[in-house]
């Protein structure tokens, strides 16, 4: 076990677990979760930090930070969740598996901030949970979602699930794709080991979805991530 699992366990998982809490009371406060996100978001800085991450940021200048987006990214590594909270300067909600919400102080403090439990599979009631990622956007907040649904062992880019963009079609909200690179070096699948190193995240200019259909936008963006992860040399 090298340093960075073990800070890992000895002080981001208790910082973390506090922080939860904390959140508890946050939500009652403020339930809308803005105050929440502005926790999770220092989190997500004070994680890559404390393990030695550096985050290169290309593309800063293709969001709007007073607008809300869809935002989908590939996902290669348990990282990228932490790092994309600490980098956007976005009100952001992630959509997060229902077993999730499960989880003691965990899974309540999730639900009381606004981020979209979604059940699995393909059935209605799937859909019907997926689809209410649309209010949050459409309540000015941005929301996140890793439309591959699970995360590549090699960073190579996984097809992507029409779910996200039907969202992103009900809610009229742009599109905002974005290229994590390097993730998957930092924290392998099936393993808990955590290495130092340096993530790439790219922001591609937003993807306008009106009078597009949840195909032609899902095309768009596979497209645009693809092609941003080949230029850095990714296998897409």
Same mark, same amino acid.
């Not at 699948?189 to 955590?194: A, E, G, Q, W």
């Not at 922001?203 to 259909?213: A, M, V």
């Given at each position: 076990?090298?340093?960075?699992?073990?800070?890992?366990?000895?002080?981001?998982?208790?910082?973390?677990?506090?922080?939860?809490?904390?959140?508890?009371?946050?939500?009652?406060?403020?339930?809308?979760?803005?105050?929440?996100?502005?926790?999770?978001?220092?989190?997500? &800085? @004070?994680? =890559?930090?404390?393990?030695?991450? +550096? /985050?290169?940021?290309? *593309?800063?200048?293709?969001?709007?930070? !007073?607008?809300?987006?869809?935002?989908?990214?590939?996902?290669?590594?348990?990282?990228?969740?932490?790092?994309?909270?600490?980098?956007?300067?976005?009100?952001? &909600? @992630?959509? =997060?598996?229902?077993?999730?919400? +499960? /989880?003691?102080?965990? *899974?309540?403090?999730?639900?009381?901030? !606004?981020?979209?439990?979604?059940?699995?599979?393909?059935?209605?009631?799937?859909?019907?949970?997926?689809?209410?990622?649309?209010?949050?956007?459409?309540?000015? &907040?941005?929301?996140?979602?890793?439309?591959?649904?699970?995360?590549?062992?090699? *960073?190579?880019?996984?097809?992507?699930?029409?779910?996200?963009?039907?969202?992103?079609?009900?809610?009229?909200?742009?599109?905002?794709?974005?290229?994590?690179?390097?993730?998957?070096?930092?924290?392998?699948?099936?393993?808990?080991?955590?290495?130092?190193?340096?993530?790439?995240?790219?922001?591609?200019?937003?993807?306008?979805?009106?009078?597009?259909?949840?195909?032609?936008?899902?095309?768009?963006?596979?497209?645009?991530?693809?092609?941003?992860?080949?230029?850095?040399?990714?296998?897409?």
């Amino acid at each position: 076990m090298n340093l960075q699992t073990l800070l890992f366990f000895l002080v981001i998982i208790p910082v973390m677990f506090f922080g939860l809490l904390g959140a508890l009371v946050i939500n009652l406060i403020d339930p809308s979760g803005d105050r929440f996100h502005r926790l999770a978001a220092w989190w997500g &800085r @004070f994680c =890559a930090q404390l393990l030695g991450i +550096r /985050i290169d940021i290309v *593309g800063r200048e293709n969001y709007d930070t !007073g607008k809300n987006y869809l935002v989908i990214s590939n996902h290669a590594g348990m990282a990228d969740i932490p790092l994309l909270l600490g980098t956007l300067q976005l009100n952001l &909600r @992630f959509v =997060a598996k229902e077993e999730l919400g +499960r /989880i003691p102080v965990f *899974g309540w403090a999730i639900k009381k901030s !606004g981020y979209v439990l979604i059940k699995r599979g393909q059935n209605k009631d799937a859909l019907k949970s997926l689809l209410k990622a649309a209010d949050v956007l459409k309540n000015g &907040r941005s929301v996140h979602i890793f439309p591959e649904g699970t995360r590549s062992a090699t *960073g190579e880019l996984l097809p992507f699930k029409r779910g996200a963009f039907l969202i992103a079609q009900k809610a009229h909200a742009p599109v905002l794709p974005i290229a994590i690179i390097g993730s998957n070096t930092i924290t392998p699948k099936k393993s808990l080991k955590i290495r130092k190193g340096t993530v790439t995240i790219v922001i591609s200019p937003p993807i306008e979805t009106q009078g597009k259909t949840a195909q032609e936008i899902q095309d768009a963006a596979f497209q645009t991530i693809s092609n941003a992860l080949r230029q850095s040399g990714n296998t897409a």
